[in-house]
């Protein structure tokens, strides 16, 4: 499988959509909205902004479940 490096962040307080470029060695523990600038945090039991608000989860999550492993983010 390969691995997605672009996921589509949706805020959850203003709706706005941007598509940004992902990490591939590490999750991203907060991402500031550009339109209603709210800083966002995963939720409970997500490792970073993207398993949360992203279209797409981060590499690290991917491949994980590629491989049918645990991930340790």
Same mark, same amino acid.
């Given at each position: /499988?390969?691995? =997605? %490096?672009?996921?589509?962040? $949706?805020? #959850?307080?203003? +709706?706005?959509?941007?598509?940004? &470029? /992902?990490? $591939?060695?590490?999750?991203? @523990? @907060?991402?500031?909205?550009?339109? *209603?600038? =709210?800083? %966002?945090?995963? %939720?409970? +039991? ?7 608000? +992203? $279209?797409? #989860?981060? #590499? #690290?999550? &991917? ?5 049918? $492993?645990?991930?340790? *983010?």
């Amino acid at each position: /499988m390969k691995i =997605a %490096l672009k996921s589509t962040i $949706t805020c #959850p307080q203003c +709706g706005h959509q941007k598509e940004e &470029q /992902m990490e $591939t060695e590490s999750c991203r @523990f @907060f991402y500031q909205c550009e339109d *209603c600038k =709210a800083v %966002l945090k995963p %939720l409970s +039991g997500d490792c970073c902004v993207f398993c949360s608000y +992203g $279209t797409v #989860p981060c #590499p #690290p999550i &991917q491949e994980s479940r590629d491989k049918g $492993t645990d991930c340790c *983010c």
